[in-house]
């Protein structure tokens, strides 16, 4: 009797396992957002955001650079200091200012 069950249970086993491993190998990159706004002490912590996965790294900066340039285009006044996107008041002084970035995703399989 429990033969049968050996037999069925092995495949099943083999099949789930192929299954999370190569779940767990499709987003192996992650973009994350980085918020600070002007006048407000920064939490490591609290200004970091997961925004989506990507299985390389290419993907990832292709969509980085997709979001920087939406974000350049949907708020002004804006410019770009090196990585960040800088949001500006009517004055020209910064507010607030992001950061997409490409990170390898570490969590554990």
Sequence with gaps: MLRPLRRAL????LTLILYA????ECVS??????????GVPVDPWSSWAAIQGFPDRVECEKYARTWRVRLLAEKQPARTSGEWVELLS???KMQSRWRYLCLPDTRPA
Excluded: C, K, M, Y
Excluded at 10 to 13: R, V
Excluded at 21 to 24: D, M, N
């Design 21 to 24: 491993t190569s779940a767990a």
């Design 90 to 92: 009517s004055d020209g």
């Design 29 to 38: 990159w992650a973009l994350w957002d980085e918020n600070q706004v002007t």
């Design 10 to 13: 092995l495949p099943t086993l």
